[in-house]
């Protein structure tokens, strides 16, 4: 990190700081506070029906046709595609990511008890797996892995911001590890949801697929937080304890 | 059903107005509604802006007493766009919304060209249309490749993902984007109404691009949208040439206010989302007020019958539908035309001299970014990215059992 010229706070300039910060003081301002935007959003959410968007009717998927004779497990079904969903679109959204820090990687190089570029491609290469093993899941149970579910749509949006960081010529590779991990922290989570979904409703065996998974993602994410903490101490000259990354899981 | 511009006179423009409510209103699903909805909406946003923009040159060209009636009249047009622009969601991201973009000129410029009665606007409306097809391929690779999504949840199979016209040979002097303008006094209305309609598209196409290829870090997304956001600013340049300049300012006000009608005539006879249904008709309503209201200044300052230039009621529709099969007749007759001043060649025909060349050499000299983003990109459903996993999976003996 460089230290330098950085404009951006009210220590910048003290004489025009203290004419800013008086006038604003000195000025009448309109009534109210913040409750009135709290309360706007309020109106907005309640006077909206319909959300993003819907699921396809489980009446048109083979493999849960038998749930969607009853509303209740019709209901459970459409839950389930909406998450098997979210985690396809997650997958790919972060296989790109990963391909951009890689670009990222070659440009710049690493940093020492950083990542090496064949962790990196390995990593990229799991998240590709999992996007084909959850569109596997999906067509298995007669779903079209294509539909872009309100669920896949909304982490298409969160995940807006990581692309626009690892995607910056200017973002050195750690600051692109920072955005990786919060995805990882996301995917991670999403996919022991996942799994809790399909053990309850009896998948078995995409449980015990989609907990492989999860064990991969345990590593990218244990890995994540080693390789950011011995950046953060390096650049800080201080030992920092560093958090242990499980074993990496023994690929297939 | 026809739609007699003389005796429906719509909302007066005294009784015209919104609050912000209004103007803010729920957008329309990204997953649920039509692509054909987004089209409209994508299309109205430009018909409006282009309305709003050519008030603006009026008023400052001209002063026949005519400032305050243009400014009344955009005012409303500004909060018609407003409401209008706002039916876009927020979880369509600005690539997902440029796809839209590109579907909107790729199907209205082809339900356009097959309208239009005259073979050499028709001819120039094709030879725009391969090259905003190529813009759709070029983008829906930069999509799969940076944000990792399908182009086609956008487009709903009814337009296709392949290229075009290449960008790359897109680009050209200008003395190459001129081309003949039509006889205002000759002209079939359609051929007014064709040519303001796909004017307007283009253009917006042209500011949206402008403003917003800057907010990418992606070195490869902020070199497309310039180089496409040039190729659209050649649009602009094109479509706007084949309008006669010998219309009066009135004249043009008119042909602007029954391209409104005429558009909102259209969405509104084939909207399937009933609330959306319900805007367009109150937006017909209020630019069948505004066309009058310019009839009667017509008829008071100009001293001629509006009826000269209009027609008595709106001419063919455009149809909102998947033109696929033209479009591919089209791509396979006219990809290799190129413009050599204002007359199209195939591409073995332009002159060695040709200013185009030397201009194109020069922005490309330090390579192509549409080249760059659709290298080796073929579109296939669920991005391009399913077949690299379904291989890795397949290498790795993994299958769920069947």
Partial sequence: MKTGKNVTGIGTSPIDSKKTIEFAESCTISSGDESAMKQFREECANATEDGFGSIPAPASIKGLAHLAMDAFKGQKAAVFINLLGERLAFERTGTRLYDAVLAKFDACGGFDGGPTRDELVSFRDAELRHFALVHEAIEELGGDPTVMTPNADIVGVQALGLVQVVTDPRTCVEQCLSALLTAELVDNDGWAMLIELADAMGYDEMAEAFTEAKREEDHHLASLRQWLSAFVGSEAHVDMPLPTAPPPSPMP | ?402
């Fill in chain 2, 1 to 402: 059903m026809a739609l007699d511009l003389f005796k429906e006179k719509g909302v007066p423009l005294d009784k015209q107005g919104f609050n912000w409510r209004e103007l803010v209103q729920t957008p329309i699903s990204k997953l649920d509604d039509d692509a054909f909805t987004r089209i409209r909406i994508i299309l109205m946003n430009g018909i409006e802006n282009e309305s709003w923009i050519f008030q603006h040159s009026f008023a400052r060209m001209h002063n026949h007493g005519l400032r305050l009636p243009l400014a009344r009249v955009r005012r409303i047009e500004q909060h018609q766009q407003t409401l209008v622009n706002w039916l876009l969601p927020s979880d369509q991201s600005v690539l997902e919304t440029t796809i839209g973009y590109e579907q909107v000129a790729v199907e209205i410029t082809a339900a356009v060209a097959q309208n239009e009665p005259d073979p050499y606007m028709k001819q120039v409306y094709n030879y725009g249309l391969l090259e905003d097809f190529d813009h759709l391929y070029r983008y829906s690779a930069l999509l799969d490749r940076l944000e990792g999504k399908d182009s086609n949840n956008i487009l709903q199979n009814y337009t296709d993902i392949v290229p075009g016209r290449p960008t790359c040979d897109e680009h050209r002097d200008p003395a190459d984007d001129l081309r003949d303008h039509y006889d205002c006094k000759k002209a079939a209305p359609i051929t007014k109404l064709n040519a303001l309609t796909i004017l307007a598209a283009e253009q917006q196409t042209r500011n949206f691009y402008a403003t917003n290829g800057n907010y990418y870090s992606d070195p490869v997304a902020r070199q497309l949208y310039a180089e496409i956001s040039s190729i659209e600013e050649q649009h602009v340049t094109q479509y706007e040439s084949i309008i006669d300049p010998a219309e009066t300012w009135l004249e043009k006000w008119l042909m602007h206010e029954a391209t409104e009608v005429y558009n909102y005539f259209n969405c509104y006879q084939q909207e399937t989302n009933s609330r959306l249904r319900e805007i367009w008709e109150r937006m017909l309503a209020y630019e069948l007020g505004h066309l009058h209201y310019v009839m009667d200044l017509f008829r008071s300052i100009e001293r001629r019958d509006p009826a000269e230039v209009l027609p008595q009621s709106l001419p063919e529709e455009i149809t909102f539908k998947s033109q696929r099969d033209y479009v591919r007749q089209v791509l396979k007759d006219e990809v290799n035309l190129r413009a050599v001043g204002t007359q199209f060649v195939d591409k073995s025909q332009v002159p060695s001299t040709s200013p185009s060349l030397a201009y194109r050499a020069q922005v490309n000299a330090k390579g192509s970014p549409s080249e760059i983003v659709a290298a080796g990109y073929r579109w296939v459903p669920g991005t391009e990215l399913l077949e690299r996993a379904r291989g890795l999976r397949t290498h790795d003996g993994q299958r769920l059992t069947p």
